[in-house]
T-cell receptor
Framework: GNSVTQMEGPVTLSEEAFLTINCTYT??????LFWYVQYPGEGLQLLLK?????DKGSNKGFEATYRKETTSFHLEKGSVQVSDSAVYFC??????????????FGAGTQVVVTP | DVKVTQSSRYLVKRTGEKVFLECVQD?????MFWYRQDPGLGLRLIYF???????EKGDIPEGYSVSREKKERFSLILESASTNQTSMYLC???????????FGQGTRLTVV
């Protein structure tokens, strides 16, 4: 079946450091891939997406590239801010014939950025 | 501004009680979902619905049921709450053919 594996956290960084969160997946076919972010006390928000191999999703300085050969979708940001402190979830969309939008999530990675 | 609204942020219920978690979306989305979020496990799908009065089991439906009488409203029901159902519950919706799933702010349920 489908699965998503993320690196465990928490990841603690200083402001302006480089952030990488690893994500690998197992799926049949070519799923769409997503990163969602959850700020403290809030629901999840879509951060970025990629729908086919070699696509690069980007938003708010974050980037991730859909790598079919390594079944990976690692999240990166070149210079983090305190406001990036959140939990980040990697997810894939499970396509079915009768419904749309079922997501399979990784365990989530907490990121803490200190001043 | 699009919205998925869950009726409660925090709930405390007793073991054996019947619990209703309500979710309303104002975006005319066909597809709605209930997930539960637990540390180290991420989000797991409990039930989903792709149309009014339609419902499908997700990965962990045991102990739960759902109701979708109107397109905008999707309710999660714990028939007889147990302590292992203490968790954060997240409602979500998406329009078919699009990529962005919208989430509610979550309901933190404690069963004592």
């Amino acid at each position: 079946g489908n699965s998503v594996t993320q690196m465990e956290g928490p990841v603690t960084l200083s402001e302006e450091a480089f952030l990488t969160i690893n994500c690998t997946y197992t799926a049949t076919g070519y799923p769409s891939l997503f990163w969602y972010v959850q700020y403290p006390g809030e629901g999840l928000q879509l951060l970025l997406k990629a729908t086919k191999a070699d696509d690069k999703g980007s938003n708010k300085g974050f980037e991730a590239t859909y790598r079919k050969e390594t079944t990976s979708f690692h999240l990166e940001k070149g210079s983090v801010q305190v406001s990036d402190s959140a939990v980040y979830f990697c997810a894939l969309r499970r396509e079915t014939t009768d419904s749309w939008g079922k997501l399979q999530f990784g365990a989530g990675t907490q990121v803490v950025v200190t001043p | 501004d699009v919205k998925v609204t869950q009726s409660s942020r925090y709930l405390v219920k007793r073991t054996g009680e019947k619990v209703f978690l309500e979710c309303v979306q104002d975006m005319d989305h066909e597809n709605m979902f209930w997930y539960r979020q637990d540390p180290g496990l991420g989000l797991r799908l409990i039930y989903f619905s792709y149309d009014v009065k339609m419902k499908e089991k997700g990965d962990i439906p045991e102990g739960y049921s759902v109701s979708r009488e109107k397109k905008e409203r999707f309710s999660l029901i714990l028939e007889s709450a147990s302590t292992n159902q203490t968790s954060m519950y997240l409602c979500a919706s998406i329009s078919s053919g699009t990529d962005a799933t919208f989430f509610g702010q979550g309901t933190r349920l404690t069963v004592v």
